[in-house]
């Protein structure tokens, strides 16, 4: 029997168009929350940080982050954590790595380093680990659909799969 593919659920979504997340607080954010595999990064103390195929995204401010987001009303969303990750680890964590690389790095290795979650190889098992510490405390969700149920389950093959594409792009 074929396993069926669903969506990870997540529940109390705030609309970010009337309440926006702490910039100061640290956040996780998910772009793209509607494909396979969403994109993530991470951003503490108004700075943002995220690692990539063709390179990082190095302490943009959260507000030039939501105003791209909205500007190209991308699907995305916010996780608002309890506790304040360091800016100057997030700095020498990200200063260890260039890129994504297929079947080796990807964009959630720096922020489980960061989180201390080293066993989460996807997202949906970062956020498990997040809700199982309690650490998440809003989600905001921005330009999602009507439709929208959560994010869709992925294998680690489907991450590098797309890595590999921006690669040869």
């Known amino acids: ?3 069926l593919l669903s969506n990870y659920a997540i529940s ?3 609309d970010a ?4 997340p702490d910039s100061l ?6 772009w793209h929350a509607d494909k396979i595999p969403p994109h993530i990064g991470i951003s503490s103390e108004d700075k943002y940080f995220s690692l990539k195929a063709n390179g990082k995204d190095d302490g943009m401010s959260v507000d030039t982050v939501i105003e791209l987001i909205n500007k190209k009303s991308i699907t995305s969303l916010c996780f608002q954590l309890k506790n304040k990750s360091n800016l100057k680890a997030i700095i020498d964590v990200y200063d260890s790595f260039s890129v994504t ?3 080796e790095t990807t964009c959630l290795n720096p922020i489980k380093e960061i989180l201390n979650l080293n066993h989460a190889q996807k997202l949906t098992e ?6 199982a510490q309690e650490e998440i405390s809003k989600v905001f969700g921005y330009h999602l659909p009507e439709n929208f149920k959560g994010i869709q389950i992925y294998s680690t093959e489907d991450i590098h799969e797309r890595l590999r594409k921006l690669l040869n792009d």
């Not at 607080?25 to 998910?30: E, F, K, M, R, Y």
């Not at 970062?126 to 809700?131: K, S, V």
């Open 1 to 3: 029997m074929e396993l």
């Open 25 to 30: 607080a640290t956040l996780i954010w998910v």
């Open 126 to 131: 970062l956020l498990d680990a997040l809700y």
């Open 12 to 14: 109390d979504i705030l």
């Open 101 to 103: 690389k297929p079947n």
């Open 17 to 20: 168009s009337f309440e926006t």
